[in-house]
């Protein structure tokens, strides 16, 4: 049997990669296998088609390795670790680390973000210092399945997880605050929180669809002395733009401590 993708770790993340790459015809069930010790995530890959086996050291070798799971589990996996190359979702681990730990200079580092669970996800994409171009071809497949895919250095992966990897959690607490307006506007939670959601998704479809730039666009829906002017006032009063631009370089400096750590 040729398997081509082996998966470390069955959570979340590598159900949404695993489903992407099946749905897309991007590899077929019986070419990938997949590890994890918890007998309902093994059955879903079943059903699918795939191999499964209860641990990292049951997988057959394969030509590309994801390590799917919580950095302070891959130290006790990192050993047994088989394949060409290895693709990482870890968080804050380095290629470097995760080569010295593996004796396998082949890594590929991959930031993904939750809305890769619903295909609507963006991923940062690195290279470590042993792998080319070619390495990473399979990588951008997978996640442009389940969203977009970029490619950068992986001095910039910090950044990458400050502005997608922890960047839905900006746009969450937004529209939290925009249906708390709503609600103190009159609006039942129900109506304020449908409202938001559609705008929500809208706006982000519009800025996808249309050419202009998020500027743009701000300012063709902003009439002078409007309803949103009034709006857009009081958040540049109470230095929203600056507080959004400060709270993605914070978590990037937290990325970094946590990746030095």
Known sequence: MCILLAVIGGGNMARAIIDGAIRGGIIQSDQIAVADPDAISRAHFEELGCVVVESAAMLPKATYVLLAVKPQIFKSVASVVRGGVLYSIMAGVTTESIAEATGNSTVVRIMPNLPCSVGMGAAGIALGSSACDEDAVLA????????????????????????????????????EAMIAGGVRSGLSLDVATTLVQQTVAGAATLMDCDSRTPSELREAVTSKGG??????????????????????????????ELGNN
């Open 140 to 175: 951008m497949q997978l996640f442009n399945e389940i969203g977009v895919a970029v490619l950068v250095e992986e001095s910039l992966m910090d950044a990458v997880t400050a502005v997608s990897g922890s960047g839905p959690a900006y746009v969450f607490m937004l529209a």
């Open 227 to 256: 309803t949103t002017a009034a709006a857009l006032e009081t958040m540049n009063e109470r230095g929203v733009p600056e507080a959004i631009e400060d709270a993605v370089i914070s978590a990037r400096d937290r990325a970094r």
